[in-house]
């Protein structure tokens, strides 16, 4: 099992950029795929990134691609989710997401974050 607190929203203008992170405990974290989804209002929640439990293996929505990257760092369990360029349209609330299991993580994860908000808006 795995808990994960997600921080570093914020609102920012159009173009800019933010820095999400997510600190998970637990003592099996490094056995975990690693996820962000995001939901803004009124539409459904979006799969956003996710990476492998080693980190060699990424996969990104299309529209993020080039703009957002996600990282890990084991020996501090944590992820992050670099954002630039970004645009009104990424405002969501932004949740950290795990699973074991790599073909979930990117569809259903069992483990999500309460979220973090980010308001991109001039």
């Known amino acids: 099992q795995v808990q994960l607190v997600e921080s570093g929203g914020g609102l920012v203008q159009p173009g800019g950029s933010l820095r999400l992170s997510c600190a998970a405990s637990?003592?099996?974290?490094?056995?975990?795929?690693m996820g962000w989804f995001r939901q803004a209002p009124g539409k459904d929640r979006e799969f956003v990134a996710a990476i492998a439990r080693d980190g060699g293996a990424t996969y990104y929505l299309d529209s993020v691609k080039g703009r957002f990257t996600i990282s890990r760092d084991k020996a501090k369990n944590t992820v992050a989710l670099q954002m630039n360029s970004l645009k009104p349209e990424d405002t969501a609330l932004y949740y950290c997401?795990?699973?074991?299991?790599?073909?979930?993580?990117?569809?259903?994860?069992?483990?999500w974050g309460q979220g973090t908000q980010v308001t991109v808006s001039s």
């Open positions: 997401t795990a699973d074991n299991d790599w073909l979930r993580v990117g569809v259903a994860p069992n483990y």
């Open positions: 637990g003592r099996t974290f490094s056995s975990y795929a």
